[in-house]
Structure formats: structure tokens, C-alpha cells
């Protein structure tokens, strides 16, 4: 079972709402990520975190923000979604500097 | 900027047959290589992982090699299952620098039965 948890699994709303996208890991990891993938494409880092009241912007600018109050908690908001937001959000997380455990994903379809 | 990237985009492949895929990366300062499976709506699984001090590493029906020489990687796979199919990311980062991981563009392996 997997220990890195993303909420929802898919996602369809109008242009304009503002949404979150729930990831929560149980590892006691203090680093955690997000990345933008399209279908079959490679991975876009977003977002990253080190630790608690730790948030950094990645390499591909988004418009989405993130928090980090607590080490198992790290969700990824949208103000005011839009068409162009419409992709798969991946969360991972590392523990030392190995690998990352990634989530399932939240597939995002803005209409 | 630094890159990683894949030669190939798709790879078909016999059932029983062995896979190879590779990878070219940029930034010879990464010291620590990972490749990771995607299949179809889920996210990416660590497959295996290699140091820069090595050159080889083998797990259970893969193997990973590292040529730093010309900057390569590939994962082979042995007698490739149905269940292989999936997208194939290498993966590299430098883990002394705050282990921000930059992945490749992906190659998608098929089996043809």
C-alpha cells in the first residue's frame, strides 16, 4: 500500500474555481515535491519542500501555490483554475537524498 | 541548462526478448542516476538506482549501466513481460545539492506478444 497519498484521484471543474490538491505521506520525510506531467511527457518540477514553513518554486513556473504547516502535509492550490491547467499533479517525497516515493497523482481536467 | 534526455521516445519489444533503454545525460557533476517505471495512471516507481562510482548494478531482472565517460545510462530489462509495459524514466541528480531530481523526456516500452 502505498505510504504517499494524493486527494483526489481526478478532478473536473469550471474555469475560475479555486482548488487544492491534498498529498499527505506517512514517512516521516522532511523533503517533499510536486511535478506538472502531461500524458506520456516528462515530469515538470513545480514546487518543493524541505521541511515545515519550508516552500520553494521549481523549475517550470506555475501559477499554483503550496503550504508545508506540518511534515506529513503538503497541498498544492489553484486561486482560479484554467484551461491551461488542465495536466496530472504528482507528489513525491525523499528521505536523505535517495530516490523519490511518488503518489498516485491527480489528474486535473479544467473546463 | 542541464538536461537529461532519452535517444529513443518508443521501444517495441518481442515478449521473452531482453529490452534496452537509454539515456544520455548532461550535468557531469550528477553523481546519483535512478530509473523509474510509469504505468498508465499511476505515478512513477523506482525501478533501480546507481551511484557515479559504479558502473553496473543489477536487481532482480534489470540492470542498470553508467558510462561517464560519454555521459550514458541504460536500463535492461530481461526476458521482457507483458507487465514491463509501461514509460521508462531515467532520473539524475546531484545529492549534495539540496537532492532536486531532474527526470528525462521518457521512452514508452511496448511488447508485442
Known amino acids: 500500500e502505498a505510504d504517499i497519498y494524493q486527494i483526489p484521484r481526478y478532478l473536473v471543474i469550471g474555469t475560475g474555481k479555486k482548488i487544492t490538491l491534498e498529498c499527505s505521506q506517512t514517512?516521516?520525510?522532511?523533503?517533499m515535491y510536486w511535478y506538472q506531467q502531461d500524458p506520456g511527457m516528462e515530469l515538470h518540477l513545480i514546487h518543493y519542500?524541505?521541511?515545515?514553513?519550508?516552500?520553494e518554486k521549481g523549475d517550470l513556473s506555475s501559477e499554483s501555490t503550496v503550504s508545508r504547516i506540518r511534515t506529513e502535509h503538503f497541498p498544492l492550490t489553484l486561486e482560479s483554475a484554467r484551461p491551461s491547467h488542465t495536466s496530472q499533479y504528482l507528489c513525491a517525497s525523499m528521505d536523505r537524498g535517495d530516490g523519490y516515493t511518488f503518489g498516485s497523482g491527480t489528474r486535473l481536467t479544467v473546463v | 541548462g542541464e538536461s537529461v534526455g532519452l535517444h529513443l521516445p518508443t521501444l517495441s519489444v518481442q515478449e521473452g526478448d531482453n529490452s534496452i533503454i537509454n539515456c544520455a545525460y548532461s550535468n557531469s557533476a550528477s553523481d546519483y542516476f535512478i530509473w523509474y517505471k510509469q504505468e498508465s495512471g499511476k505515478g512513477p516507481q523506482f525501478i533501480i538506482d546507481i551511484r557515479s562510482n559504479m558502473d553496473k548494478r543489477q536487481g532482480q531482472r534489470v540492470t542498470v549501466l553508467l558510462n561517464k565517460t560519454v555521459k550514458h545510462l541504460s536500463l535492461q530489462i530481461a526476458a521482457t513481460q507483458p507487465g514491463d509495459s509501461a514509460v521508462y524514466f531515467c532520473a539524475e541528480t546531484l545529492r549534495s545539492s539540496a537532492s532536486k531530481i531532474i527526470f528525462g523526456s521518457g521512452t514508452r516500452l511496448s511488447i508485442r506478444p
Open positions: 514517512m516521516g520525510h522532511d523533503k
Open positions: 519542500s524541505y521541511g515545515v514553513n519550508s516552500t
